[in-house]
């Protein structure tokens, strides 16, 4: 176990992940999640989001938040699968820690990586989102996610080198001060444009990805693809009105001091 800090013990830590038809690996990924925490702080929880499962996945959940306490673990549950944004969405909502954590549940990211990150979250900034750095994903994948990635910066300006990398670290208020309407596969996009525009101070760093080994992949379906492209555009055509009118902008303004890289 890694040794605490002071600094890393009075940090609180939610991790959320979405999970969609994982029986065969969820365990593993919430006692993974919750073992690199306990490493770096003493007040954590891991949120799941179980996004419909047409499989065992919230029968394995809830089994392992009666017998594991330890786990910290808290299940939001959608009846119907709500799409990739909404599970995210449902997560942040839930979250109650200083700190949000994102990462799949999938386990093609390494959690202990958030350790890294942490030194990175500073008292000028907001975010610190990955991006991987060698993306084990199938070519066509690949190419989908560059051309996606292209498509997002060009209508919005810059808004990361890898927009839908899930692993990102922020402050709970980030969340707090914005409305992402998005529930697919745009989520990740509008989250990050508006976090931008409303100036909150973000890092970027490199993260290891690794192949699937379990679980249901839903973006190469023609519905999902439908989906992300309507709701990408709704955004550019609706975001100076939304910022503007956000009520959730509004209650909590004053968050930004501008962007930075590494």
């Not at 991790?15 to 994982?22: F, G, I, Q, R, T």
Request: positive net charge; hydrophobic residues 45%.
């Amino acid at each position: 176990m890694a040794l605490r800090t002071a600094a890393s013990q009075a940090m609180s830590i939610s991790a959320v992940l979405p999970a969609y038809n994982e029986e065969a690996i969820i365990e593993r990924t919430v006692r993974h999640v919750a073992g690199v925490l306990v490493g770096l702080t003493t007040d954590f929880e891991v949120i799941v989001t179980n996004d419909g499962s047409r499989d065992s996945t919230g029968a394995v959940l809830e089994d392992l938040r009666e017998r594991a306490p330890e786990l910290h673990l808290r299940v939001v549950t959608h009846e119907h699968n709500r799409g990739y944004g909404a599970a995210v969405a449902s997560g942040f909502d839930a979250a109650g820690k200083e700190l949000v954590f994102l990462t799949d549940g999938d386990k093609q990211f390494d959690v202990a990586e958030l350790a890294s990150f942490l030194p990175e979250m500073d008292a000028r900034t907001d975010l610190v989102i990955g991006w991987r750095r060698n993306r084990a994903d199938p070519m066509m994948r690949k190419l989908n996610a560059l051309g996606w990635k292209t498509l997002v910066n060009l209508l919005f300006g810059y808004t990361a080198r890898d927009v839908d990398c899930a692993f990102k670290l922020f402050r709970r208020r980030v969340w707090e001060s914005m409305t992402v309407h998005a529930r697919g596969a745009t989520f990740s996009a509008e989250f990050l444009v508006k976090a931008r525009r409303f100036g909150f101070s973000l890092k970027e760093m490199p993260v290891s990805h690794f192949p699937r080994t379990a679980g249901s992949p839903t973006g190469a379906r023609m519905d999902v693809i439908v989906r992300a492209f309507v709701e990408l555009f709704r955004l550019w055509r609706n975001l100076e009105s939304e910022l503007r009118a956000d009520p959730r902008a509004r209650e909590h303004s004053g968050g930004g001091r501008g962007i930075a890289a590494v």
